[in-house]
């Protein structure tokens, strides 16, 4: 069926899927959009699908890599997707991606919330909007979102993941690596001995992204392998990853409609309009207003309008 291309009703809330989560189809959801948006910074990786939840509270999806998983890590169009979200209301961002566990007691297929990461990245994916006579310095020092964090959190201890013991770990330390190689077992060892939970290729500059444009952002990781830092067991491959998310997608969908149920709730529409992010990113610009590249303020007119005019 043909979706209509536009929709009238800001869109708050986004999820982000990654690795083996090209699509939202949770029961009860219904695709209402497809929206297919030009920003200044390109398209984004995908149609963003507008779909209606079960308590009819309106959810964009995108997916990170494309419909058919045809964009690198390193090609993934961030800033087009990010900006395209925001320019059709989005506040608040729960993002999916298949990661690999640097410890023992993370087992593949159970789920890690990260409250930290590390920048493994190699300087070469667009990774801000200011620039061009637009200097501006947002804070960093807490990537994901806390409140956003605690509502998943509480939804993961509520026995929404099924399997043998599949689990939800709180405040992991991400490593995001270039690849789109996995790691040598060196760099393994490193990314272990400096504390490392997990590892991926995709969460960065996505979340530097979502935070210029003030939207609360968290990634859910589901664990896939055990990279390559152990001796009794082979080295992850792409087959590993893939047939672990296959296994484990009916969690990732069950645990996205329990999040996105508990958000429609009254007590958390400060939360999902991001509230306490209005106006960061307003006040992280030093380029004072004569000496503002009128280019630059023209793009981020597209996201934040009014912002730097
Ligand atoms: C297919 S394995 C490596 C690939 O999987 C993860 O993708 P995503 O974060 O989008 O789920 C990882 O970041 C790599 O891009
Ligand atoms: N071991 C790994 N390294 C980087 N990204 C991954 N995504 C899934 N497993 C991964």
Request: charged share 20%; with cysteine.
């Amino acid at each position: 069926m043909l979706l209509p291309d536009t929709f009238s009703e800001p869109v708050r809330i986004a999820v982000i899927g990654g690795t083996g989560v090209s699509a939202l189809e949770a029961e009860g959801f219904t695709a209402v959009a497809s929206l297919r948006i030009q920003t200044p910074y390109g398209s984004p990786s995908s149609p963003i699908t507008v779909l209606k939840t079960p308590q009819d509270t309106p959810i964009a999806f995108l997916s990170r890599h494309g419909l058919h998983h045809e964009l690198t890590p390193t090609e993934v169009p961030n800033r087009a997707n990010i900006a395209a979200l925001r320019s059709i209301g989005v506040r608040s961002t729960i993002a999916f991606s298949a990661v690999g566990s640097l410890q023992e007691h993370i087992r593949p297929r159970d789920f890690v919330i990260p409250s930290q990461i590390i920048d493994r990245t190699k300087g070469i994916r667009a990774s801000t909007f200011f620039e061009g006579g637009l200097v501006g310095h947002v804070g960093f020092a807490d990537p994901f979102d806390a409140g956003l964090a605690k509502v998943v959190l509480d939804i993961g201890s509520d026995g929404v993941l099924n399997g043998e013991g599949v689990r939800m770990h709180k405040d992991g330390l991400l490593i995001c690596m270039e690849g789109p190689q996995f790691s040598t077992r060196a760099e393994s060892n490193l990314y272990r001995s400096w504390g490392g939970d997990v590892i991926n290729m995709s969460a960065l500059p996505e979340a530097k992204l979502a935070k210029e444009a003030e939207i609360a952002y968290v990634m859910v990781c589901m664990s896939t392998d055990y990279d390559c830092w152990k001796t009794n067991e082979a080295a992850v491959t792409v087959e590993t990853v893939m047939g672990n998310m296959h296994a484990n997608g009916a969690n990732a969908k069950h645990l996205a409609a329990a999040i996105l149920k508990e958000l429609a709730k009254e007590e958390h529409q400060d939360l999902v309009c991001a509230r306490h992010l209005e106006g960061s990113s307003k006040s992280a610009c030093c380029t004072t207003p004569a000496g503002r590249g009128r280019e630059a303020v023209k793009k981020m007119e597209f996201m934040l309008p009014g912002y730097f005019s």
